[in-house]
């Protein structure tokens, strides 16, 4: 079956710091994969999200993420975080031949403080 | 503007009662998809319908569990006798074409069910 992790729970990071979240999924054929974020309070909401083309994928709010495919991974970036970016973040796999099954990982809590 | 609605937000039922759960998708999408989050874990997919058809259920339990939605209202996720296993957060999301991998899902609020 497919899997997604996300091996990061918790992570607390400074105002300005760099940001860099892991996603490992495990299905080795054609992949469309995604990271949706949720800020306290609200609903889930799409980052950023790839199907083909470009491994470098730019989202909303300068968050990146780089598809590695020999690594089945799918990790987030941000250069720069900011106190707005606290959030539940998701990534999620939607694998070819699944139809229309989205894997979600656990998650990932991101605390920036001020 | 509306995005896709819940309701309601927090439900709370006692062992053996029944749970609606109601879900508007995005105005034009007709279809819809239902997930679960149990407590420390990721959304696990239920089930994905078009209007009056039920696509895919496969990630939906076999008994005590239903889904619909008709041609006028919501989508309803029915889950019969509950108990406490199933409290947990139940997603709802929609997309204007659904059978096409590329489709982008736009999600609810949310509602929060928990059984005594």
């Known amino acids: 079956a497919q899997s997604v992790s996300q091996h990061n729970h918790h992570v607390i990071l400074s105002e300005a710091a760099s940001l860099e979240l892991g996603c490992n999924y495990s299905?080795?054929?054609?992949?469309?994969l995604f990271w949706y974020v949720q800020y306290p309070g609200q609903h889930l909401q799409l980052l950023l999200k790839?199907?083909?083309?470009?491994?470098l994928v730019k989202g909303i709010k300068g968050f990146e993420a780089e598809f590695i495919k020999s690594k089945f991974s799918f990790n987030l970036r941000k250069p720069s975080v900011q106190w707005s970016d606290t959030a539940e973040y998701f990534c999620a796999v939607n694998a070819g031949g699944t139809g229309n099954q989205f894997y979600f990982g656990t998650g990932t809590s991101l605390t920036v403080i001020p | 503007n509306a995005g896709v609605m819940q309701n309601p937000r927090h439900l709370v039922r006692r062992r053996g009662q029944e749970a609606r759960l109601r879900c508007s998708p995005v105005?034009?999408?007709?279809?819809v998809y239902w997930y679960r989050q149990l407590p420390e874990e990721g959304l696990k997919f239920m089930v994905y319908l078009q209007k009056e058809n039920i696509i895919d259920e496969s990630g939906m339990p076999k008994e005590r569990f239903s889904a619909e939605f008709p041609k006028e209202g919501p989508s309803i996720l029915r889950i019969q006798q509950v108990v406490r296993g199933d409290s947990a957060a139940y997603f709802c999301?929609?997309?204007?074409?659904?059978?096409?991998?590329?489709?982008?899902?736009?999600f609810g609020p949310g509602t929060r069910l928990t059984v005594l």
């Open positions: 105005k034009g999408h007709s279809h």
């Open positions: 299905y080795g054929g054609t992949v469309n």
């Open positions: 790839y199907f083909s083309g470009d491994p």
């Open positions: 999301a929609s997309s204007p074409q659904g059978a096409l991998l590329t489709d982008t899902q736009y």
